[in-house]
């Protein structure tokens, strides 16, 4: 395989947690993710990985100075659904924490242009479940002429901090039907510090919907899991969901690469391979509080596929190509 064509200059993107990466058509890679301070969206693009750090870039929204879209603007996703750019993020109205959460609500922008760095970005408002409380990370994926969002929510009636959902969506604002509960924090790894399912992402392959997620607190703990469902299933059969015990990625001392995770997924330059985008820190942080130090950074790292259809992550920091 072509290595010239996923020999990434690691990180690609200095400090933007939860990274997104969405390669287009065009030929561009369109990258998202949390900007230090959580009070704007940026998008960039570029012709590879490697440009996104000096890419095009513009600021596309901007938190509210007042109310429910005013703080800790996290995890943005822009998304092409049915020709039209959209970009899915949470907000909060205070960055105090209530009954062990923060109070983060889902959101949707919608593109009015092709290019997404300089059309006028609409707010669709917010997307709303069937119950109200901290909800965050969505992500959408199309599959059999149906439109399905997963997310991070908190249950009231769930120790921990939240759980991942699936529902299906009516549009790209708009969910509908009933929301299925996917995973809680149930193993060791998906409790330390908090107890934490969050960041879903999606990819389909090998007649598979594989969903890698996170847990634990954003520290070095932090790790990447794995549920995965037959593509041919009812998707809102929470029976049809199968979860590893295990996490598949996980901090690397050898690699200095820690706190794995919140990841997306993307295809090489050369449409090749499969390519795990992600976020890790350079160090273990040892004061304040790990969301308010600035140092995870966006890494890009080809994978491969196991015999029985399974994605093979392996070790921050080592190509599987």
Same mark, same amino acid.
């Given at each position: 395989?072509?290595?010239?064509?996923?020999?990434?200059?690691?990180?690609?993107?200095?400090?933007?947690?939860?990274?997104?990466?969405?390669?287009?058509?065009?030929?561009?890679?369109?990258?998202?993710?949390?900007?230090?301070?959580?009070?704007?969206?940026?998008?960039?693009?570029?012709?590879?990985?490697?440009?996104?750090?000096?890419?095009?870039?513009?600021?596309?929204?901007?938190?509210?100075?007042?109310?429910?879209?005013?703080?800790?603007?996290?995890?943005?996703?822009?998304?092409?659904?049915?020709?039209?750019?959209?970009?899915?993020?949470?907000?909060?109205?205070?960055?105090?924490?209530?009954?062990?959460?923060?109070?983060?609500?889902?959101?949707?922008?919608?593109?009015?242009?092709?290019?997404?760095?300089?059309?006028?970005?609409?707010?669709?408002?917010?997307?709303?479940?069937?119950?109200?409380?901290?909800?965050?990370?969505?992500?959408?994926?199309?599959?059999?002429?149906?439109?399905?969002?997963?997310?991070?929510?908190?249950?009231?009636?769930?120790?921990?901090?939240?759980?991942?959902?699936?529902?299906?969506?009516?549009?790209?604002?708009?969910?509908?039907?009933?929301?299925?509960?996917?995973?809680?924090?149930?193993?060791?790894?998906?409790?330390?510090?908090?107890?934490?399912?969050?960041?879903?992402?999606?990819?389909?392959?090998?007649?598979?919907?594989?969903?890698?997620?996170?847990?634990?607190?954003?520290?070095?703990?932090?790790?990447?899991?794995?549920?995965?469902?037959?593509? *041919?299933? @009812?998707? =809102? &059969?929470?029976?049809?969901? !199968?979860?590893? #015990?295990?996490?598949?990625?996980? +901090?690397?001392?050898?690699?200095?690469?820690?706190?794995?995770?919140?990841?997306?997924?993307?295809?090489?330059?050369?449409?090749?391979?499969?390519?795990?985008?992600?976020?890790?820190?350079?160090?273990?942080?040892? *004061?304040? @509080?790990? =969301? &308010?130090?600035?140092?995870? !950074?966006?890494? #890009?790292?080809?994978?491969?596929? +196991?015999?029985?259809?399974?994605?093979?992550?392996?070790?921050?920091?080592?190509?599987?190509?």
């Amino acid at each position: 395989m072509g290595k010239t064509m996923t020999n990434y200059k690691n990180p690609i993107v200095i400090e933007r947690a939860d990274p997104w990466v969405y390669k287009h058509t065009d030929g561009y890679y369109y990258f998202t993710g949390s900007v230090p301070g959580y009070q704007e969206i940026e998008v960039r693009r570029a012709k590879s990985l490697n440009e996104l750090e000096n890419g095009e870039r513009a600021s596309v929204w901007d938190a509210h100075a007042t109310g429910p879209m005013s703080s800790l603007i996290w995890a943005p996703e822009i998304h092409l659904i049915q020709g039209r750019w959209y970009i899915y993020f949470a907000a909060a109205g205070t960055d105090e924490v209530a009954k062990g959460t923060f109070q983060h609500r889902m959101y949707v922008l919608e593109c009015d242009s092709e290019n997404p760095l300089t059309g006028k970005w609409i707010e669709k408002g917010q997307v709303k479940t069937a119950f109200e409380s901290f909800s965050l990370d969505a992500t959408t994926f199309e599959l059999g002429n149906k439109l399905y969002y997963v997310w991070a929510q908190k249950d009231p009636a769930i120790p921990g901090n939240s759980n991942l959902y699936i529902s299906e969506m009516q549009n790209p604002w708009t969910l509908c039907g009933k929301q299925t509960l996917l995973s809680i924090p149930e193993y060791d790894w998906e409790k330390i510090g908090f107890l934490v399912n969050e960041g879903p992402a999606v990819i389909i392959r090998n007649g598979k919907v594989f969903i890698t997620y996170s847990g634990s607190a954003t520290d070095e703990n932090y790790c990447m899991g794995l549920l995965w469902a037959d593509a *041919e299933s @009812d998707l =809102l &059969d929470g029976y049809n969901w !199968h979860k590893l #015990a295990e996490p598949v990625f996980r +901090s690397s001392a050898k690699n200095q690469l820690f706190g794995p995770g919140h990841n997306s997924f993307t295809r090489s330059e050369d449409g090749e391979n499969d390519v795990l985008i992600y976020h890790a820190r350079p160090k273990i942080v040892t *004061e304040g @509080d790990p =969301l &308010d130090v600035p140092d995870r !950074h966006a890494h #890009a790292q080809v994978f491969s596929w +196991s015999d029985n259809g399974f994605p093979i992550f392996g070790e921050p920091g080592i190509d599987n190509d």
